[in-house]
Each structure stands twice: as C-alpha cells, then as structure tokens.
C-alpha cells in the first residue's frame, strides 16, 4: 500500500497521507512521495485545488521517529533539506489554494505542514502539538516562522517551549487554524471548500498567494508596489473577463482557472 493516496476528482486533488498504524509519520518514501504529487499538482491544470488530510485517528505525527533508530538513518541534514523544507516550499509556491484537512492529531513536522496551507480546517477530535521541545528539538518546517504570525510570538513561545497539546476549538479561537467541524460534517464541509475553490478565479489564488507570502518580509510601501504588479497580471486573466462579464449579465460566473 503506497504512504500517499491521491485522487483527482472534478478539478479537486485530494492527497492521503497514508501510514495510519504509524499515525502517517512521515519516512522518506513519504516524503519524496509528497513532494512528487505536489510537483504534479502544480503541472497539472485540471487540478484546480489540493485537499491534504490523513488516513486513520491522526493527520501526521511528524518525523516517523522509529526510522531515526532503524539501519542506515536519514541525517538531520537530509532530513530538513531534502525532505520538510521542499515540501513546505512546494505547498507556499503551488499555484493553487491548498486547503488542509486536519482528521486527528497534528504533531512536530505534521503540525507545521499544516500550518503552512493556504486554508486549514479540522475536526473537533483534531489537536495540534509542537511536539519537538519533548525530544529536545527546534520547531522546524517553517513553524518558527508562521506559528508566530499566526497566533503572536508569545503564544508560539509557549506552545513551543511547553509541547502543550491544543485542541481544535482553541486553535481555532486563537488564530491558528480557520474553522473547526462537528466530527460528523468534517469530512463532508472540509470537502465543500474545496469543491467550492475549485469552481473560482485560480489564477487569482495563485497571485493572491503570491502576494501573501510577499506581505510575510515586505514593508507597506513594497506591498503595495506588489500589488500593484500582481493586480496587473490579474486583470488580464480569462476569468477577471469572465466575472465582469457575468456581473453586468447578472448570471453565475463561469470560472475556467485561467
Ligand atoms: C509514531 C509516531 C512517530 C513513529 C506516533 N513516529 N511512530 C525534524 C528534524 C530531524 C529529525 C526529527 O524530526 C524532525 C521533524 C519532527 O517532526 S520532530 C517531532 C516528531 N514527532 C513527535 O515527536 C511526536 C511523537 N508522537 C507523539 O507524541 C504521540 O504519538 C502523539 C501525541 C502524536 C499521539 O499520542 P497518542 O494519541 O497517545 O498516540 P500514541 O502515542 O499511542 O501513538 C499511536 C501509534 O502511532 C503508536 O504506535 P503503536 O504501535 O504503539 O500503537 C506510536 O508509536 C505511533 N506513532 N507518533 N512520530
């Protein structure tokens, strides 16, 4: 059985991390394997949006820490080189909205991932754990860097200092994530975003998620002059012709992504 389902469904990716008797802990095949059904997403223009979620009780517990202790380990170096740092590259750089389904606990490098989707929801069993203090590690996978802006440094201090275990509704409450479900909905309202996604301006995501990673270093001077250059490229999309068009026609948009 393959470490990663996909599946593409009217323009919806979804991907599956699937180690589940091992809390979907990533090992390098995972990894690589991430990596690679990122790569085809980006390539790819039926797809329209990537839904990321887990198979089993937790969406990832991070380094698989048995694969440290086993025959011929991955060095650290690798590890964040080859691994969680392309991974995190390829989720901020996708040209498309990655929204992550959050089905379980989220610790170390499977709490980060998550975090650095465009959209995060959960569901209310869902936890979230900066677990790496507990084995005396940094938070890495760009959580030093995003948990901050989400939630303030303070909070990220603590969380990072303490391993402290959050639950959805606090996660949600503080910041961190956009919106938690009712186990029952989880599956079905996590999936409608996507739908719903799928069916709008892409490329105006992709700008826009251009302009938000700018906006996390750049001063307001240099974020307006980005704008100004993005809104540029925007205006000459298919679907910005498209959706005044069907503003001044009063009909639905008909979005194609380009
Ligand atoms: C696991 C794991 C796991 C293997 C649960 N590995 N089996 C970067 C730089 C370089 C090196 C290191 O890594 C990194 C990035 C990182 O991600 S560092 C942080 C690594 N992750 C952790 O430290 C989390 C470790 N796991 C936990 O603290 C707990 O398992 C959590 C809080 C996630 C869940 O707790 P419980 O709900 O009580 O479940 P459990 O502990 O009973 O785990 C269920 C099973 O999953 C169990 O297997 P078993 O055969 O006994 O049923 C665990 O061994 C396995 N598992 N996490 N990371």
Redo the contacts with the bound molecule.
Sequence with gaps: MSSILFECNHGVAKITLNRP???N??NRDMALLLQKKLNDCAADKNVRVVYLTGNG??FC??????E?LGEDPPG?EV??AEH?NPIIKKIRNLPKPVVCAVNG?A????ANIALACDIVVATEKASF?Q??S??G?IP??GGTFMLPRLIGIQKASALMMLGD?VNATEAERIGMIYKVFSTETFAEESMQIAVTLSTMATRAFAYTKEALNASLTNSLEQQLQKEDEIQYKAGHTLDYSEGIAAFVEKREPVFKGE
Excluded: H, N, P
């Excluded at 517990?61 to 048995?66: E, K, M, P, S």
């Design positions: 008797e091992k809390y802990s990533f009780r937790a517990a991070g380094q698989d820490l048995c440290l650290f590890i964040l969680y606990v610790a170390g490098a499977g754990i677990a790496f507990k084995i590690l890495d996978c275990k």
